[in-house]
């Protein structure tokens, strides 16, 4: 079967770290994604794990880890326009993403 | 490049009534995916499509659900008959690779 896990919320201050952990099953695993989506938005594509390590865009970075079935999203020195919905995405070979319900960030001034 | 386009934006209706969602993906792309999104359970994948063939519609609610492609240009979504316990947000993506373009999506309320 699939599943898919991530915590529901998430509060951090502006200006700190905030790191999102992602557990999942699927088969025919083929790589992590993450999105980003504001209220009232639609996702928008954030970062793409497809080995093992981590990769880094700007503020964000994003690790796998194929063994652990894991993965996660480091957010730093955050900012007010961070708030938003954040989507561990797993990929199976057929390139079939699913995306669940999210983990809502909220970002404390 | 215009990005995903979907049609209508918003699309209130009365129960039993058919209703039609229509999305344009991003040129060249050649997957189409059609999701729908609710508080209770999230971001869903009701169908996709590669190449304009249907891949997996296994998360299509009921047989009131159907899709169509027509072209690498177009595409639909019907409901027929609507029910309230379709309203959601519908969103429409492409993709050409591991990264998906989502539409702004198409608010459907059902009375």
């Known amino acids: 079967g699939q599943s898919l896990e991530q915590p529901s919320e998430v509060t951090a201050v502006e200006g700190a770290i905030v790191q999102i952990n992602c557990t999942y099953q699927?088969?025919?695993?083929?790589?992590l994604s993450w999105y980003q989506q504001h209220d009232g938005g639609a996702p928008t594509f954030l970062s793409y794990?497809?080995?093992?390590g981590l990769e880094e865009t700007g503020r964000f970075s994003s690790f796998l880890s194929r063994s652990d079935s894991y993965g996660y999203l480091l957010l730093q020195e955050l900012q007010m326009k961070d708030s938003a919905s954040y989507f561990c995405?797993?990929?199976?070979?057929?390139?079939?993403?699913?995306f669940g319900k999210g983990t809502r960030l909220h970002i404390l001034p | 490049d215009a990005g995903v386009i979907q049609s209508p934006r918003h699309e209130v209706t009365e129960m039993g009534q058919e209703v039609t969602l229509r999305c344009k993906p991003i040129?060249?792309?050649?997957?189409l995916f059609w999701y729908r999104q609710t508080m209770m359970r999230g971001l869903e994948l009701l169908i996709y499509?590669?190449?304009?063939?249907?891949?997996?519609d296994s998360g299509m609610p009921e047989d009131r659900f159907s899709a169509k492609m027509p072209n690498a240009s177009f595409s639909t979504l019907k409901i027929q008959p609507s029910e309230p316990r379709d309203s959601a947000v519908y969103f429409c993506?492409?993709?050409?690779?591991?990264?998906?373009?989502f539409g702004p999506g198409t608010r459907l309320t059902v009375l």
């Open positions: 993506a492409s993709s050409s690779g591991t990264q998906q373009f």
């Open positions: 699927t088969s025919g695993f083929y790589g």
């Open positions: 794990n497809g080995l093992d």
């Open positions: 995405a797993p990929m199976n070979r057929d390139d079939k993403i699913i």
């Open positions: 040129s060249g792309h050649d997957y």
């Open positions: 499509f590669n190449n304009n063939v249907p891949i997996d």
